[in-house]
């Protein structure tokens, strides 16, 4: 734990770079912290959402608002939770693994998690874990819930309580209540029970409590849902694509064509451009199917029950990962990898007590190029940290060119810094200006003029948009006529550049107040 905190929690509030995601996501959290309403001003005047913030699962912002109520706000802050996430997954990896093989499985499921790189990384180190917990997500909670819940099973399934059962529902709503994939879990154990004890599971009462476990800690949320239903319907237009289950092409398109990690496409070419001296890819590559087979087959004498639910939870939260998930970002694996983690001890426990010489040697040379290649990986990080400009120092230098009281409208990325300026996302405008996003959409042009801002940032993300959409073949095309006829209307005037290695170029607009047309 202590080498965790060492690696993860240094230079946190400048490495790596603030990203689009971690403001966008700390913004709900910190309207409620400071004025006890759970929205987000990012989007004000999009569903309501500056009322009610449906967008994302509730227990994250809710965590996180009671950090920033407690600590304040700032990078640091809004990073804190996740590192925490981190700490607390680490525990509750050591507490699955024991019941799956004992200490030394628990103990190598957590040093795995500290030290297999399983990407590539870019600035980053590669190992999964520490760079998640560095990044400002809810993903890096589901699993914390989802072993917990998996944790609670296992003494659920030896005592037979139906306090356990309870509990293993509860873990899996706060699971789902951070993000939905969390979800998973409920069908693995439900399954698992039917399989095991037939129609006992259901005469003794062991479903009932599961369920109801589950339902509780979600019905104050869909109660908030509830009131504002029509809005809520609104906030999640964008994401509705993600859930055509009922057309079987879906699933075939996520196995096959799936964006991001695991799906058949994404594997293929993974193992096309992997180079052998990744170590730490190939014994997760390798060595998890292996783990999964070995545990399936004689799992039941060592670890008892425990090791087979392992088995079969691994298999099938990645076989839903891989059918439902239509976007498979590489955020989402750390819900995934610490069941897969665990596997890979408890298979490499088991091979260093087959006692073969060979074996060990193989063991404990494979081990120490894992090592070598996490201690590379960290070290590089931490150097690629110096180079980084600090985020509260840009975003000064932008604040710097803005009058005080002004409407800014920028990238979610600047928020967090120009936080105590009224802030609208540039998406809140792109949003009002797309069918797929808005149901009476309007031109972008009409939809800056709804915002009305009083100054417009242009970063090098919107400077790239605009300049590929300026050809009429870009399907964004729309977008820049939108721009240019507002900016021919009202001619922003730029009074500031600012430039920087990290975060790029910002152009800061100031927009001319609208004079009223004069009356007949």
Known sequence: MAAYLAVTVPRLGVFPPVGEDEPWIAAAPYKLATQGVLGSDLFAGYYGMERHHYEHMPLYPLAQAAVFKAFGVGVVQMRALPVACGLFLLVVVFLVGRQAGGDRVGALAVALMLTLRVTAGGIGTG????????????????????????????HAERARGQAWYALTGLFT???TLSHLYGVFWLPVFAGLMIARHGR????QKMIVPLLVGFACPWLPWLAFVASGWS????????NSERFDLFNPLFYVDNVLHGDGPISLDWSVNTLRALPFARAGTWTMLIGCPAACATMLSVGRHRGGSAANVLAVAALAQTGMFVALLKVKTLNYMIALWPVWALLLAWFGVWLWDRQRPAVRVALLALLALVTAEAVTRVVNAQNNAKQVSPYDWFESEVA?????GALVLGLQHSWLGLRHYPYRSWLLPIY???????????????????????????????????????????????????FERFKAR????????VRDRTYGTMQVYKVPSQVPARQP
């Open 200 to 203: 006992d599971a259901f005469r």
């Open 231 to 238: 809005d809520y319907l609104g906030q999640t237009r964008l």
């Open 127 to 154: 190992i999964l874990l520490l760079d998640r917990a560095r990044i400002n997500r809810y993903d890096i909670a589901v699993p914390v819930f989802g072993l917990a819940a998996l944790w609670a099973f296992n």
């Open 173 to 175: 709503a706060l699971a």
């Open 400 to 404: 710097g060119c803005i009058p005080s």
């Open 432 to 482: 009002l200006a797309q069918p797929r996003t808005y149901h009476e959409p309007i031109d972008l042009d009409a939809a800056l003029a709804r915002v009305n801002p009083e100054v417009i940032l242009v970063d090098r993300y919107i400077d790239e948009l605009m300049t590929k959409a300026a050809s009429p073949t870009d399907p964004n095309h729309a977008l820049y006529v939108g």
């Open 490 to 497: 009202r001619r922003p005037a730029l009074t500031c550049v």
